[in-house]
């Protein structure tokens, strides 16, 4: 069964940084043909979109984040890395990751990021 879990989140200050970390079970994130992405909830808000990285290792990202934020993948780990700098109050938000593994669509439980300014 795949599974993605979401750590990282905190309370910050506004120019803090966080790492936030998407470990998946279930299946190898290097060799699924589908990339991973970070996507976050606001209160209030719709689910957007924040940031890619490809199966092949392209990356892209929202332009609300770049450059502050990036993403990578450590197949050693089988996680996906969002590291979050210069964070604004803006950035509040529950924070998911999602990845497609054949016709479905998965995602984590999500992480909390609070910034403070």
């Known amino acids: 069964q795949v599974q993605l879990a979401e750590s990282g989140g905190g309370l910050a200050q506004a120019g803090d940084v966080l790492k936030l970390s998407c470990t998946a079970s279930g299946i190898t994130l290097s060799t699924n043909p589908n990339g991973v992405a970070w996507f976050r909830q606001a209160p209030g808000k719709e689910r957007e979109w924040v940031a890619t990285v490809a199966s092949g290792g392209a990356t892209n990202y929202a332009d609300s984040v770049y450059p502050r934020f990036h993403i990578w993948r450590d197949n050693a780990e089988n996680t996906v890395y969002l590291q979050m700098t210069n964070l604004k109050p803006e950035d509040t938000a529950i924070y998911y990751c999602?990845?497609?593994?054949?016709?479905?669509?998965?995602w984590g439980q999500g992480t909390q990021v609070t910034v403070s300014s």
């Open positions: 999602n990845t497609l593994v054949v016709d479905r669509a998965y």
